[in-house]
């Protein structure tokens, strides 16, 4: 089974030796967002002006889908109007990224470590277990961003994503961001799915600048 935007996501950003996750918190808005637009491709979401709707619960197949797939429409369904796309991602990130990063490990990906942090406190990190995915991963994104190939559809959402939370290091660590952010301003604006698709693309980036912002200025107040 292929894998999904979100475990693409987190297959960038966890450090394929030490199995740390690098740019954590703004890889955690970019996975929350990349299981959205998976739900989204699937018909099974819909996000409009910036509000996030479940239009069909049948299930998708794919174990870490489906369930965000019900929490959402459980979550939902106990307010009064559809909730804000910014109130889910605040809400999910970081459970999320928990959900992502045991997937993939389920799939043989990556494998679970346990360490101590000063010989205390224990953490777990996800060093890479099988890097073919990933170098197919980065071999399709470099062939759209660099050499100008035309993106799939999720292709596209995930550079969309990716570009949103500011992510280039991650996807492209051996080339400035000033190179990469003209074709990817381009590829997020481009005819590569229908309107409701990048619609709600839109509004998800929106979306991780507001809360990333929030959480940037929380920080250093």
Same mark, same amino acid.
């Given at each position: ?6 475990? +693409?996501?987190? /297959? ?16 955690? #808005? ?33 174990? *870490?889908?489906?369930?965000? *797939?019900?929490?959402?429409?459980? #979550? ?11 109130? #889910? ?12 990063? +045991? ?31 990933? %170098? ?17 559809? %999720? ?5 969309? /994503? ?29 005819? #590569? ?8 693309? %839109? ?19």
């Amino acid at each position: 089974m292929a894998v999904t935007l979100a475990e +693409e996501i987190m /297959l960038l950003s966890l450090d394929d030796v030490s199995g740390a996750a690098r740019e954590r918190q703004s890889a955690a #808005w970019a996975v929350a967002g990349g299981i959205l637009l998976d739900l989204v491709l699937a018909e099974r979401v819909t996000v409009e002006e910036g509000r996030l709707r479940v239009t069909d619960g049948t299930p998708t197949e794919e174990p *870490l889908l489906d369930e965000r *797939l019900r929490r959402i429409a459980e #979550w939902a369904g106990r307010r009064r109007r559809d909730p804000k796309v910014t109130e #889910w991602l605040t809400k999910d990130q970081a459970k999320a990224v928990g959900a992502t990063t +045991e997937s993939l490990r389920a799939r043989g990906l990556v494998r679970a470590e346990q360490h101590r942090v000063l010989g205390l406190f224990p953490v777990t990190r996800y060093p890479e277990a099988d890097g073919t995915t990933e %170098r197919e991963l980065r071999s399709r994104l470099r062939a759209v961003v660099l050499d100008g190939a035309e993106p799939d559809a %999720r292709t596209a959402g995930l550079l969309a /994503l990716v570009h949103g939370a500011k992510l280039h290091r991650l996807a492209f660590p051996d080339v400035p961001r000033k190179e990469v952010a003209p074709r990817l301003d381009e590829i997020a604006a481009g005819q #590569w799915a229908a309107e409701g698709v990048r619609q709600a693309v %839109r509004d998800m980036q929106a979306a991780m600048v507001a809360v990333m912002t929030v959480t940037v200025l929380t920080a250093t107040t």
